[in-house]
């Protein structure tokens, strides 16, 4: 956690934002994990603000951002579509709790296939992850039922005729979220899933461009 100095007014008001960053538990099997430590990630973020704010700050902006090893359209991840931190913060990609915006991909890869030569360039990368049918080869769909390390050597499953098709929740499982605090709006002006790293990480990074609204302390 930590908070950034933006600028100061001539009355001496600072111009604060704040970013967090997490990495929730893998793997995490039958138990509640994850939900319990978003529900600590909630007390953390709040204590560290009270301790670090001035009482005439203006807070421009209030981030969460990282790993938080669940989905928001696999049943298995259920009890994190609507968690209170979600209430609290925005995820853009986000359409309803339990459902994604069409435009928006999964960022957790397969590991069996995140070697295969036609990911080594982050161009081919990038029509790959376009293609809704060829993405499920490379990003995990969005079917999780239980964590467990079977997802680390998970293929997609095939069609009747064993052939692959495009799903609905078809390499969408993505794990890897930006928030924004509901009462710091901010306007999104671009939201990304990168090809860049190609091959140097199992996740697709994502990255998001903002515009502050600034606002006028009383």
Known sequence: MTQVALH??????RHVGYISNLHTQAYQGEENVIANQLSE??????????????????V?????????NADNMSIGDATIHNHGLFYDYEDFCMAEPGQDHGWAIGTEMRQPTMYSSC??????FKKVLEDDML???????????????????KMPRLDST?????????????V???????????????????????????????????????????
């Open 8 to 13: 100061s007014e001539r009355n001496d008001c």
């Open 41 to 58: 990630t909630r007390l953390f973020v709040a204590d560290f603000k009270e301790k670090t704010r001035q009482s005439t700050d203006v």
């Open 60 to 68: 421009d902006f209030d981030i969460i951002c990282g790993d938080f």
């Open 119 to 124: 990911l080594k360039d982050p161009f081919e």
């Open 135 to 153: 993405r499920r080869m490379f990003i995990l769909d969005a079917d999780v039922t239980v964590h467990s390390t079977d997802l680390a050597t």
């Open 162 to 174: 064993s052939r692959l098709e495009a799903l609905h929740n078809g390499g969408k499982r993505r």
């Open 176 to 218: 890897d979220k930006i928030l924004t605090h509901r009462l710091h709006r901010v306007k999104v002006l671009g939201y990304a899933f990168l090809t860049t790293l190609t091959n140097l990480t199992d996740h697709l990074p994502v990255v998001m461009t903002f515009q502050v609204k600034h606002t006028r302390s009383l």
